[in-house]
């Protein structure tokens, strides 16, 4: 049976700027094939046997030869898989996919287009700059600055003329040729011009002038590819209109190594403030089936008087199972409940049920030491927990009461395919990386593998406590900050003040 091809426009940049449409067949796909403008975090909506095929093409180097791309759609699409083009922006402005669909059209393979954003208009949005203003500009024209070939030329003529905005897409390498046959064709050498570089990302980066010193000041700033060259009086709107570059965390480039379950909260949180968070998870939670323990504390929750939680996916899996042996609530009446961390009791309340006591600093070793002032003896305290625990807690209460600890699951090594996240970070100059406990950051050498010490060397790394800290400079790795409350919102906070 011959599959289906779907020539996706992913937009411009900013990952929630996807039409449903395209997120849907993102979710649907067998295979991936991928530009290097495709932002990876929309890769993480892929099936877990989804195949990734990267086919970026950087100025003057191309991964693969657009003809090679071609019969990977055709080849794939006939072994009988759903096929996803992942393109950048529009398939069909500037994108090639024109050339796609009649490759596939040639050879009888169904296909469908998927419109995205394209950056000439959403990249300038980003920026400010509307592509037409009521009585400023009527009309835009958007224009390949990447000819075919070489000997090629546009009617410069014509485009001097035009009273509309221009946006030239794949033009910041001819940057001084269309300036200069602009100005030779007539057009005013102070008409203003702006630069759109990464339009729409973290590391968006808008710089402006007029037709006869834009090309200094790209030279100056050292603006590459990929930019947008907008020419026209809407730039000078940029001032009011521009919204994005106020983001506090704009141009900082995040790396959040928390497990799969746990990393979409802290990722639009960072991501809704301007930074580019990257997701890279390096543990899964495995939950210990079947739990004839857990299973025989529930039904004996009565003989407790201390319930502590130390995880959000202890309370989870914990609840979850009351719930499953259909167990009231009600009979938790007379135990208190214990929570290290907000997030935490956070997760406990969610379930109706209030926290009675939470350690002013959101380690075991506080947990204890308030907790010693509470409990006696005739105490017993169930404690539901990874199997991987730190036995300071379980240890040192043992002391004063009965203590039974439940192991509920398990931190294991993360099996997604990270690759193409390590491979990014060897591209960029700079980065946070975030460890929320010890085994993120052990897992997270175990995946990099070769790559790891050369990662760990150029980043910043944020611990959440000071048991993740130790754990990391113990392997000789220097601590730029620790959270000041050890919990997600502890490291947003460090990372705001920046």
Known sequence: MIGMVYLVGAGPGDPELITLKGMECIRNADVIVYDRLVNPILLEERKDNCKLIYVGKCPKHHVK????????????????NNVVRLKGGDPYVFGRGGEEGEYLYSRNIPFEVVPGITSAIGGLAYAGIPITHRSISRSFHVITGHLKNQDEDLDWETLASIDGTMVFLMGVSNLRMISQNLINNGKDPNTPVAIVNWATTSNQKTIEGTLSDIYQIALKE?????????????????????????????????????????????INKLRK?????????????????????????????????YLVFTSINGVNIFFKRILELGCDLRRLANVKVAAIGSST?????EYGINVDFMPKEYVGESLVEELKSRVSETDRILIPRAKAGRPFIVAELSKICKVDEVKTYETITSREDNQYIIDSLKELDSYYILFSSPSTFTNFKKIAGQDAEDILKKSKIISIGPVTSKTIQEQGHPIYKQAREYNFDGIVEILLEE
């Open 345 to 349: 009791a956070k997760t406990i309340k």
């Open 65 to 80: 030869p657009q003809e090679e791309i071609n019969e990977i759609l055709f080849q794939e699409a006939k072994a009988g």
């Open 222 to 266: 050292n603006i590459k590819s990929p930019s947008l060259i907008v020419i026209g009086d809407v730039v000078n709107f940029k001032t009011s209109l521009d919204f994005y570059s106020k983001k506090p965390l704009l141009g900082k480039n995040i790396v959040i190594t928390r497990g799969t379950t746990q990393r979409s909260d802290t």
């Open 273 to 305: 403030l301007g930074a580019n968070a990257i997701s890279m998870p390096t543990i899964e939670i495995k939950e210990i089936k079947p739990n004839n323990e857990l299973d025989e504390a529930i039904k004996n929750i009565d003989k407790y008087t």
